[in-house]
């Protein structure tokens, strides 16, 4: 099965390469090579590889910058799908598009169910919002998959700016009232692999890890496991202070509560998720082999 990934130099796109099983064949474009706001590049791509699947990497992930680049965040994060969803429909391909925690407005106190209605808080949110809207419209078979607090070993991510933040600093100051599920992006990985192979599958899925943190508990996790795991040396001491959102004010309002429930993605694809602090324990585990190789 040949298997079109776009945005590959990103997070998810350069993890999918890592990952791919070996009977699937990945063919991997980074913006440079496709730029899916390009309608006539992306028609010549898809027509020339043929693919069965594309799965939908690319993305503009800046959240606070997206509120005053607005037309970039919707050329790149709505226009991109649509132009993508219209060419899987000519040519007759699946999509599998990467959603947000972020379309919904944080106002639940329990697991946002695939059902529930989407109200974005920001632009970011909304121009995912609106993909997945459109795709849905156009190409009823999609996938549209959505995750949470992605972090990989690699890019730019939240465990990775406080790993770097932890080794300059002794005292951070991390917000407490807003929850989700961080996600190790292995995770994903695997749900996004099985969802290509099941053929038959459509519609909406949420995957994340299980159970409940703040970025507040993330942080500390981090910091603990970092030690545990030798990625910060004992001595490298750091108080990690919670304070409330309106104390680190940013351009971009968040949700303050975006837990995902997974109950769809568990029953169709038989995954065992793992809680989100065992599999940061793993990647830790698994950058420290690494580091020990080198
Ligand atoms: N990161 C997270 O915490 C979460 C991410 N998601 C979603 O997961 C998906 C993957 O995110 P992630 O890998 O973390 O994001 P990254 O920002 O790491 O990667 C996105 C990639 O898309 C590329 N890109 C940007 N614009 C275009 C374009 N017009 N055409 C082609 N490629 C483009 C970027 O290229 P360049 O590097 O050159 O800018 C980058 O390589 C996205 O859909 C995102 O919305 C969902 C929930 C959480
Ligand atoms: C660096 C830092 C951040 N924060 C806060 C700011 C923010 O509320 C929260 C998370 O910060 P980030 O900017 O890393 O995370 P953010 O970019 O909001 O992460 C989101 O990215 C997009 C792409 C998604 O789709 C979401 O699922 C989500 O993962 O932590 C602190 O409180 N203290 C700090 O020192």
Redesign the pocket.
Known sequence: MKVLVTGSNGQLGRELQFDCPKDLKLIPLSRQVLDISDKAAVFRAVKKIQPNVIINAA?Y????NAEDEHELTFTTNTRGPEILALACKQFDIRLLQIS???VFDGNKSSPYLISDSVNPINI?GLS?AKAEKIIQKILPNAVILR????YANHSK??VN??LG?MSKNDQ????VD?V?TPTWIETLTKAVFSLVRNESLQGIYHCTDLGVAS?YDFAVAIYDEAQLSGLLPDNEKVAINA?A?KD?P?P?Q?PAY?VLDKSRLQTDLNINLKSWRESLKLAFSKRRERLLDT
Do not use: C
Request: aromatic share 16%; net charge neutral; charged share 10%.
């Open positions: 993305a992930t800046s959240v606070d947000t925690d972020y970011y995912k995750t949470a607090s992605l991510n939240f700016t406080m933040m951070l100051s991390i917000v807003q989700g970025w304070i959102s680190y940013t971009a968040r975006s």
